[in-house]
């Protein structure tokens, strides 16, 4: 499988303990997008990283959120203090750089379930 | 960001056409018109995307309105398989880089 590669699928946890999910994008792919969807709604951008550098991030990402990738390969999200209202899907994409194709490719999301 | 209107259902038969519209009357003349959708339980899939003429490609048609204020995104044979949540995103031109999803349209295909 050559796709966007999200892990884990799903995660329970308990309000205030922290979470991380990993990402791994398409190999040749040097720009990694992060976003978040809750239901019925459609994803919002959380942050976007080309290579190893974080050139955007939404004010929906608070200080309790932070995303990495380094050597410009996976990407990891972490979320400290996981309150109920982090309940959502988090969803990976990857693209090329934008001079060669608009498209984005996404993965399968990452299902979050604060309790 | 240009603000999109879709319609939030619709609903079509099996193997017959389908013409999902989309409003973006604040557009910029360097936005493209990009068209996702979301299969139930996956992420979003690219679909198409064009600037100002008309585009096809294996999965669908653009037709994009002369103002670009509008445009409408055609499947031409709907199959079960195309029921989705099809969102319509103008988004920048080169050096474009999140997506800004609107609510988009559910689409249902009847057997």
């Known amino acids: 499988d050559t796709g966007v590669s999200q892990d884990p699928r799903h995660k329970i946890t308990k309000r205030g303990q922290n979470v991380t999910f990993r990402c791994d994008p398409i190999?040749?792919?040097?720009?990694l997008y992060w976003y978040r969807q809750t239901l019925g709604q459609g994803p919002e951008f959380l942050t976007y990283?080309?290579?190893?550098?974080?050139?955007?991030k939404s004010r929906l990402l608070s200080d309790r959120f932070s995303a990495e990738r380094p050597k410009g390969s996976f990407s990891t999200l972490e979320i400290q203090r996981t309150e109920q209202g982090d309940s959502a899907m988090y969803l990976c994409?990857?693209?090329?750089?934008?001079?060669?194709?608009?498209?984005?490719?996404f993965g399968p999301g990452t299902r979050l379930t604060v309790t | 960001d240009a603000k999109t209107t879709q319609p939030n259902s619709m609903e079509s038969n099996e193997e017959e056409p389908v013409h999902l519209p989309c409003n973006h009357s604040?557009?910029?003349?360097?936005?493209?018109i990009h068209w996702y959708r979301q299969l139930p339980s996956q992420g979003p899939e690219y679909v198409i995307h064009?600037?100002?003429s008309n585009v096809n490609n294996r999965m669908a048609s653009l037709a994009i309105a002369e103002d670009r204020k509008s445009s409408t995104l055609i499947l031409h044979r709907a199959t079960l398989r195309d029921a989705a949540v099809y969102y319509c995103?103008?988004?920048?031109?080169?050096?474009?880089?999140?997506?800004?999803f609107g609510q988009g349209t559910r689409l249902t295909i009847n057997p």
């Open positions: 994409a990857s693209s090329l750089p934008a001079t060669s194709s608009y498209e984005q490719y």
């Open positions: 190999s040749e792919h040097n720009r």
């Open positions: 990283f080309q290579n190893e550098a974080q050139l955007e």
């Open positions: 604040t557009i910029s003349g360097t936005d493209y």
């Open positions: 064009g600037l100002t």
């Open positions: 995103i103008p988004n920048g031109g080169q050096g474009a880089q999140k997506l800004v």
